[in-house]
């Protein structure tokens, strides 16, 4: 279950960016704004870095 009650700005402004980009390939059939849109919506729901998968989790302060 993804909790948004403590998401960061960052995660916010990527979810943003994320959705406008994929709404924007989506209106203009473009493939590569899709991807990136895709890309920025994965990585703030699932809190990922660029890094491989995992290992360099974008930490959120709170222990």
């Not at 979810?15 to 989506?26: C, E, K, P, Q």
Request: proline share 2%; with cysteine; hydrophobic share 50%.
């Amino acid at each position: 279950m993804i909790s948004i009650r403590q998401w960061s700005f960052a995660r916010w402004l990527r979810a943003i960016m994320g959705s406008a980009l994929a709404g924007y390939a989506l209106y203009m059939h473009d493939v590569p704004s899709g991807l990136f849109g895709a890309w920025f919506l994965y990585s703030a729901l699932f809190n990922t870095g660029c890094c491989a998968i995992n290992s360099c989790e974008i930490n959120s302060g709170k222990t």
